[in-house]
């Protein structure tokens, strides 16, 4: 069975502070895909990153940036820089790629609260 | 077109009412998914299709009930519902576990 896990269930830091969002996940395919979703109090998901299991490179875009550490089965997410516009509900998630019709298995949620 | 588009946006029904949620995407992809999430809470999953056909459903109460008419579209039909199904519900498409698309979602509260 598939669990993803994200034990941070608020962050709240000053604006322009860094601060790391947490996920571990648990699965037992060797093929899977970890996506990372933003969303803020308008309730869009927005798609922030895919990563699939075979590519252990982090990946930088901007302020954010990704770490995929199979050995410890975690997929963390770093803000650098934070800005009021980061605050939201952020979404580790993770699905099987054997099939089609695989459904996206979410992580509790952390809300990331920057304040000015 | 690369979007999944979910109506109504808000929608407010009462207990006695039937109304129905619609997703529509035109993407070719054939998998279409409904979620429910309360606030504060993640997304849950309640129905999977794939190929038209009902593929998962997550024991959900038989006052929401899914429709996939053809490829593009994903119905959920709701009847008798009660206050603690208000919820943000969420309609996503994949071609396979390597992505999904969601809509905005819609706002439903029951009154």
């Known amino acids: 069975a598939q669990k993803v896990t994200q034990a941070q269930t608020e962050i709240s830091v000053v604006e322009k502070e860094d601060v790391t969002l947490d996920c571990v996940y648990e699965t037992r395919d060797t093929t899977y895909y970890l996506f990372w979703y933003k969303q803020p109090p308008s309730g869009e998901l927005v798609f922030l990153i895919r990563?699939?299991?075979?590519?252990?490179q982090n990946e930088i875009s901007g302020r954010y940036s990704w770490n995929f550490q199979k050995s410890t089965s975690s997929f963390n997410f770093t803000i650098t820089a934070s800005q009021v516009v980061d605050s939201a509900v952020y979404f580790c998630?993770?699905?099987?790629?054997?099939?089609?019709?695989?459904?996206?298995?979410f992580g509790k949620g952390t809300r990331l609260s920057v304040i000015a | 077109d690369t979007e999944v588009t979910q109506t109504p946006k808000h929608l407010v029904m009462g207990m006695t009412n039937k109304k129905s949620l619609k997703c529509e995407q035109h993407m070719g992809h054939r998998a279409m998914y409904w979620y429910k999430q309360k606030a504060k809470k993640p997304p849950e999953l309640m129905f999977v299709y794939s190929y038209e056909k009902l593929s998962i459903n997550e024991s959900v109460p038989s006052r929401f009930s899914p429709e996939c008419p053809n490829s593009s579209l994903l119905n959920l039909h709701l009847h008798a519902l009660q206050p603690e199904d208000s919820a943000l519900y969420l309609c996503a498409s994949s071609p396979t576990g390597r992505g999904y698309t969601f809509g905005s979602g819609t706002r439903l509260t029951v009154v």
């Open positions: 990563r699939n299991s075979f590519d252990e």
């Open positions: 998630a993770l699905s099987e790629a054997r099939r089609g019709n695989t459904p996206l298995v």
